[in-house]
């Protein structure tokens, strides 16, 4: 169908907004004279063509993606709170993409809404259309790059106002087997009568997390109760929709694995990709500004109100301790893998010995850098550097936990790795306190001795550490303590375990 028109004198045509015009396929201009464009107030300027907005007879009107798990916000804070699960709903069914969003909790959802498959899956969804016009036609999809075609589908003739499903299969995988992250990946829709002539419909957009294998969902740390406000919600492994009784994943462990994991194509590649950034101190959530910390407000020593310990926490509060930052690490290459990850991952611990010299000096704490030694003195902390570069973390412990991954270290704590592997747990330990510890303190009551200054607990004022009394602090300004630090060969003076996870 075409249609041709003849002028015989001029053509002025003048709108009150804008005038666009679409065309399926070239669009040429010609002039027996001369041909003059003119952009009074922002020029004349030649851009990337946009699909039209769909005037044919079909609306493209709802899609859900085929994936095995969805996405839920960090935050979410039971599996009954749908505003925090990113599916949307319409007549009790749920999608990946409306045209019109008529849930009130799905009106600040993300836009592009969050989506994944593994790189090993076909892509398959089902569309819905509405008919404008009785016409039976032929509708293809194809993303912008031209990596995933789906195969075409035949829309039979129905009423006007009838909606019809149709589901699409992509059975190419153009990147199995490696981790992709699209912030803004687009879907084009096109539909042909003919088979022959094909008219822009509509393109849609996702956020789409593609994981290299089928996630390890199953392997994710588990966190333990504190105090009777903990829920199996909070603590749980697996997170539920209650809605569609669907498995949703956090959407940071995918958004940190798979934008900074992007294009790895092994478990060694992800750990490093990954700690990469990482080690930047500066991590920040998926859907949530600024940076994790590290025992930081309710996870702090002065003020420590965490009613539950474990991955889960971290995230959702976006701040917590040791033992949450390396199994987030873990957790989040586990995500990416169901098999890559099995039995590759320590949980390597260590605490000073508590022994007591001849002295009675007892090994009571260490300190990680960076610390002045003033012998007998107390030390004084000059420099704290971990998780959140703005923030004062505590920076001496009687117990630490990081991780042990392919004979090297990565503490996500403090950012650190080793640059090679080691023999031995006990090689490993020397290099690591070589690096992240300015000395092992040993201390001890000297009644005859005057009075010093305690040990400054830089992140409260007026607080001072307890060095005798794991995680406590006092008021108290100034004690008859005596100090004498270990600097050189710190490995001798720390216990270790190494736990497999």
Not at 10 to 18: C, R
Not at 402 to 428: C, E, H, R, V
Not at 462 to 469: L, M, V
């Given at each position: 169908?075409?249609?041709e028109?003849y002028?015989g004198?001029?053509?002025?045509?003048?709108?009150?907004?804008?005038?666009?015009v679409f065309?399926g396929?070239?669009?040429?201009?010609s002039s027996?004279?001369k041909?003059?464009q003119?952009g009074?107030?922002?020029?004349?300027?030649y851009?990337?063509?946009?699909?039209?907005?769909?005037?044919?007879s079909?609306?493209?009107?709802k899609i859900?993606?085929?994936?095995?798990?969805?996405?839920?916000?960090?935050?979410?804070?039971?599996?009954s709170?749908?505003?925090?699960?990113?599916?949307?709903?319409?007549k009790?069914?749920?999608?990946?993409w409306l045209?019109?969003?008529?849930n009130?909790?799905?009106k600040?959802?993300?836009?592009p809404?969050p989506?994944?498959l593994a790189s090993?899956?076909?892509?398959?969804?089902?569309?819905?259309?509405?008919?404008k016009?009785?016409?039976?036609?032929?509708?293809?999809i194809?993303?912008?790059?031209n990596k995933y075609?789906?195969?075409?589908q035949?829309?039979?003739?129905?009423?006007?106002?009838?909606?019809?499903?149709?589901t699409?299969?992509?059975?190419?995988?153009?990147?199995?087997?490696?981790?992709q992250?699209?912030?803004?990946?687009?879907?084009?829709?096109?539909?042909?009568?003919?088979?022959?002539?094909?008219?822009p419909m509509?393109?849609?957009k996702?956020?789409?997390?593609?994981?290299?294998?089928?996630?390890g969902?199953?392997?994710?740390?588990?966190?333990?109760g504190r105090g009777?406000?903990?829920?199996?919600e909070?603590?749980?492994?697996m997170?539920i929709?209650?809605?569609?009784?669907?498995?949703s994943?956090l959407?940071t462990?995918l958004?940190l694995?798979?934008?900074?994991?992007?294009?790895?194509?092994?478990?060694?590649?992800?750990?490093?990709?990954?700690?990469?950034?990482?080690k930047s101190?500066?991590?920040?959530r998926a859907?949530?500004?600024?940076?994790?910390g590290?025992?930081?407000n309710t996870s702090?020593?002065h003020?420590s109100?965490?009613?539950y310990?474990?991955v889960?926490y971290?995230?959702?509060y976006?701040e917590?301790?040791c033992?949450e930052?390396?199994s987030?690490?873990?957790d989040?290459?586990?995500?990416?893998?169901?098999t890559?990850?099995g039995?590759?991952?320590?949980?390597?611990?260590?605490?000073?010995t508590?022994?007591?010299d001849?002295?009675?000096?007892?090994?009571?704490?260490?300190?990680?850098k960076?610390?002045?030694?003033?012998?007998?003195a107390?030390?004084?902390?000059i420099?704290?550097?971990?998780q959140?570069l703005?923030n004062?973390?505590?920076?001496l412990?009687?117990?630490?936990?990081?991780?042990?991954?392919?004979n090297?270290?990565?503490?996500p704590?403090?950012?650190?790795?080793?640059?090679?592997?080691?023999?031995?747990d006990?090689?490993?330990l020397?290099?690591?306190?070589?690096?992240?510890?300015?000395?092992?303190?040993y201390?001890k009551i000297?009644?005859?001795?005057?009075v010093?200054?305690?040990?400054?607990?830089?992140?409260?004022?007026?607080?001072?550490?307890?060095?005798?009394?794991a995680?406590?602090?006092?008021?108290?300004?100034?004690?008859n303590?005596k100090?004498?630090t270990?600097?050189t060969?710190m490995?001798?003076?720390?216990?270790?375990?190494?736990?497999p996870?």
């Amino acid at each position: 169908m075409g249609k041709e028109s003849y002028i015989g004198g001029d053509y002025i045509e003048t709108t009150g907004g804008d005038a666009k015009v679409f065309a399926g396929k070239s669009i040429v201009n010609s002039s027996a004279d001369k041909f003059a464009q003119k952009g009074k107030e922002k020029g004349v300027s030649y851009n990337v063509s946009a699909p039209p907005p769909s005037l044919g007879s079909l609306d493209l009107i709802k899609i859900k993606i085929n994936t095995t798990f969805d996405i839920c916000h960090d935050e979410v804070d039971s599996f009954s709170e749908f505003k925090n699960f990113w599916v949307l709903e319409d007549k009790g069914k749920y999608y990946h993409w409306l045209s019109l969003r008529s849930n009130a909790d799905d009106k600040n959802k993300p836009d592009p809404l969050p989506i994944t498959l593994a790189s090993t899956d076909n892509f398959v969804l089902t569309a819905t259309f509405k008919t404008k016009a009785p016409m039976a036609c032929k509708i293809r999809i194809k993303d912008a790059n031209n990596k995933y075609v789906f195969k075409e589908q035949q829309h039979p003739k129905k009423n006007k106002d009838e909606e019809h499903e149709l589901t699409f299969t992509c059975d190419t995988k153009p990147y199995k087997d490696t981790v992709q992250y699209f912030e803004n990946f687009t879907l084009n829709f096109e539909y042909s009568e003919d088979g022959t002539n094909w008219v822009p419909m509509r393109s849609v957009k996702f956020c789409f997390y593609l994981t290299i294998g089928n996630p390890g969902y199953d392997q994710l740390s588990p966190s333990s109760g504190r105090g009777g406000e903990y829920t199996a919600e909070d603590g749980n492994r697996m997170i539920i929709n209650k809605a569609n009784s669907k498995e949703s994943i956090l959407e940071t462990f995918l958004y940190l694995g798979c934008k900074f994991g992007k294009g790895s194509k092994n478990a060694d590649e992800i750990m490093t990709n990954v700690f990469n950034h990482i080690k930047s101190l500066n991590v920040e959530r998926a859907r949530v500004k600024g940076a994790m910390g590290y025992w930081r407000n309710t996870s702090s020593l002065h003020a420590s109100s965490m009613r539950y310990r474990g991955v889960r926490y971290l995230i959702k509060y976006g701040e917590a301790r040791c033992g949450e930052w390396s199994s987030f690490l873990q957790d989040i290459c586990k995500i990416q893998s169901d098999t890559l990850f099995g039995g590759k991952f320590d949980d390597f611990v260590i605490f000073p010995t508590g022994t007591t010299d001849s002295s009675g000096y007892k090994n009571s704490l260490f300190l990680v850098k960076e610390w002045t030694i003033k012998d007998p003195a107390a030390p004084v902390d000059i420099k704290q550097k971990a998780q959140d570069l703005k923030n004062v973390p505590l920076n001496l412990f009687w117990d630490h936990v990081f991780t042990k991954y392919g004979n090297k270290y990565f503490d996500p704590s403090y950012g650190l790795t080793s640059a090679t592997t080691f023999a031995n747990d006990d090689a490993l330990l020397k290099d690591y306190s070589g690096k992240a510890l300015s000395g092992i303190l040993y201390g001890k009551i000297d009644p005859t001795n005057p009075v010093i200054d305690a040990i400054i607990y830089k992140p409260q004022a007026g607080k001072y550490i307890e060095p005798f009394n794991a995680y406590s602090l006092t008021p108290v300004q100034k004690n008859n303590y005596k100090y004498k630090t270990v600097v050189t060969n710190m490995q001798k003076e720390l216990s270790k375990q190494v736990i497999p996870n």
